[in-house]
């Protein structure tokens, strides 16, 4: 049945849009603070907050957490490890750490700089796509074990009769005058 390219494709997805629900979850508190902030006329000011850094910063751990599940979930990725890694690692230099650092900035600042508002929404898109490369990722790797591990199951379903026995172990047996 998972060898069916429908249902790979309805799978793929609904994983797109298990992941946009998460992104959007996280962003809503976010809009909400946009939208009082544009009713009360000050849009350009959120730009200055922190609130973008905020929520790439979550969006960042979120991914890492992702590529965490992907890495333990599978134990023979072989080549493939360096590369979660490698997206963990770039998670953290790219997204979470600038964020922090902006985070920190602008509230520790009296006056901020204006390229911060540039670089914040660069920030969030960037979370956005390593999260959505994390879920992929570790969704891929959780169905690759679980296809392998239904694979295993149906070798076992074959009848008990024909199934090659353990042998049983050979325990040595206590005489009663050892020394415990």
Do not use: C
């Not at 969704?139 to 070798?155: F, K, P």
């Amino acid at each position: 049945m998972t060898d069916n390219p429908y249902h790979k494709e309805r799978h793929s997805l609904s994983m797109m849009y298990g992941t946009y629900a998460d992104v959007l979850f996280v962003l809503f508190p976010f809009l909400v603070i946009l939208m009082q902030r544009l009713w009360d006329g000050r849009l350009y000011e959120t730009l200055l907050r922190p609130d973008l850094s905020i929520a790439a910063a979550i969006l960042a751990g979120l991914a890492i957490g992702k590529f965490v599940l992907g890495l333990v979930s599978n134990r023979e990725l072989g080549p493939y490890k360096e590369r979660i890694v490698f997206f963990i690692a770039l998670t953290l230099f790219t997204v979470l750490g600038p964020a922090m650092i902006l985070i920190l900035s602008i509230l520790g600042s009296v006056e901020v700089p204006g390229f911060v508002a540039f670089i914040q929404p660069v920030l969030l898109i960037l979370a956005i796509a390593l999260y959505s490369t994390a879920v992929g990722i570790s969704n891929i790797l959780i169905r690759g074990d679980a296809e392998a591990s239904s694979e295993t199951r149906t070798v076992q379903d074959v009848p008990p009769a024909t199934r090659a026995r353990p042998e049983p172990l050979d325990l040595p047996r206590r005489t009663g005058n050892e020394a415990l």
